[in-house]
Structures are given as structure tokens and as C-alpha cells.
């Protein structure tokens, strides 16, 4: 069965940091590039971040950028997300997606909040 | 960057009606476009792939057209398990997506 589970999600302070990790399984991870999208309940899909099969493209969305390192371990079939500088704005339910979208996890809660 | 535009942002129809939503680029993305189905606490489905292409399993009444920058998504009969907000999606510049804001679907 392919599959995506996220984890690594929690209650952190702002200033503070925490790490996200996707376990991909049911298919060749190092086939496909993949993705980190949130979702503030109640709202939209906003994409966070993308990287390329090895790792060599790497993208993020501007209200990201320079706080958030996406990587990849193709020999762990694992995606993770680094979110450091973290403001109550990141507080989403957080999706890691296979591109170009047919598989998604169900989501990691992150609550940025004092 | 490419933006995505989408409408209605809500709409309100009867069981049985055509339900139709569209989705503009701010560019042309070719035929790059996904078109996602999301309901209360779970995560999207894709219901359509590359514009126009149905998933596997997902039933005939919905379908998507559309080229370069206008793409249209309709269901051709609305029914009551079809109550879910749809977002169209770009895929053209890898490792980017770009999500439409979502057009939330329910029943008169």
C-alpha cells in the first residue's frame, strides 16, 4: 500500500524549533520529488516547500524562506522538514505530498503558540 | 511565481445539478493541473490529473478541460456525498505546487 506518515508535530513556543518527518512507503521514494503543504484549520492549502528526487531543486514559499530547510534520505525513504524561527502564523496541520500530488499523509498538527 | 485564481469561492446547488468551477493561471501551465477534493478533517483527494484525467476510482460525474491558463472543473450531477471544498492545483515549475483558494460546494 503506498503510504505517507507524517510526524513530529507538537506544542513549541515561538523563537523555538521542530522537525517534521514523513515516512514513505508502498512505492520507490527516490522516484518522485516531494513536498511539505499546510493547512491552517479552516483554510486553504498553502504549499511550504518542494525538493527533487536527489535533492538537487529546492524551492519554498516566501513566508518560509530562510526559517525552513526541506531534505530528503532516499536510503530511509524519509522526507523531513527543519522549522526553526517558528511565529504563531506556522501553527497548520502540516502534509507532506508525493509529486505531483496523488499521495498525501494525513497530516502532522504544529501549534506555535506561548 | 505562478498564481492560481479560482471561482466561485462558494457555491450552493440541488442534488442533480451541473456544478462547474473555474481555475485561471497566471501563466501558462501547459496541462500541469490537479484538481482536489477535501472534506472536513481529512486530507485532499485528487480527483483529477494532468486537466482532465480521472483518477483511479473516482466516479464519472466529475471531469475537468481546459489548456494554458483557463481550466474548468465540473460535476455533472451533484450529490450529497459531493459536499466538500475543491481546489485546482499547478504542478509546471518543479519543485513548486500553487493551490487555488478553494471552492467550498454544499446543497440547497
Known amino acids: 500500500e503506498v503510504q505517507l506518515v507524517e510526524s513530529g508535530g507538537g506544542l513549541v513556543q515561538p523563537g523555538r524549533s521542530l522537525r517534521l518527518s514523513c515516512a514513505a512507503s508502498?512505492?520507490?521514494?527516490?522516484?518522485?520529488?516531494m513536498h511539505w503543504v499546510r493547512q491552517v484549520p479552516g483554510k486553504g492549502l498553502e504549499w511550504v516547500s518542494g525538493i527533487s528526487w536527489n535533492g538537487g531543486s529546492i524551492a519554498y514559499a516566501d513566508s518560509v524562506k530562510g526559517r525552513f530547510t526541506i531534505s530528503r534520505d532516499n536510503a530511509r525513504n524519509s522526507l523531513y522538514l527543519q522549522m526553526n524561527s517558528l511565529r504563531p502564523e506556522d501553527t497548520a496541520l502540516y502534509y507532506c505530498?508525493?509529486?505531483?500530488?496523488?499521495?498525501w499523509g494525513q497530516g502532522t498538527l504544529v501549534t506555535v503558540s506561548s | 511565481d505562478i498564481q492560481m485564481t479560482q471561482s466561485p469561492s462558494y457555491l450552493s446547488a440541488s442534488v442533480g445539478d451541473r456544478v462547474t468551477i473555474t481555475c485561471q493561471a497566471s501563466?501558462?501551465?501547459?496541462?500541469?493541473l490537479n484538481w482536489y477534493q477535501q472534506k472536513p478533517g481529512k486530507a485532499p483527494k485528487l480527483l483529477i490529473y494532468d486537466v482532465s484525467n480521472l483518477e483511479t476510482g473516482v466516479p464519472s460525474r466529475f471531469s475537468g478541460s481546459g489548456s494554458g491558463t483557463d481550466f474548468t472543473f465540473t460535476i455533472s450531477s451533484l450529490q450529497p456525498e459531493d459536499i466538500a471544498t475543491y481546489y485546482c492545483?499547478?504542478?509546471?515549475?518543479?519543485?513548486?505546487?500553487?493551490f487555488g483558494p478553494g471552492t467550498k460546494v454544499d446543497i440547497k
Open positions: 505530498a508525493r509529486h505531483p500530488g496523488g499521495v
Open positions: 492545483q499547478q504542478y509546471d515549475n518543479l519543485p513548486r505546487f500553487t
Open positions: 501563466q501558462d501551465i501547459s496541462n500541469y
Open positions: 508502498g512505492f520507490t521514494f527516490d522516484d518522485y520529488a
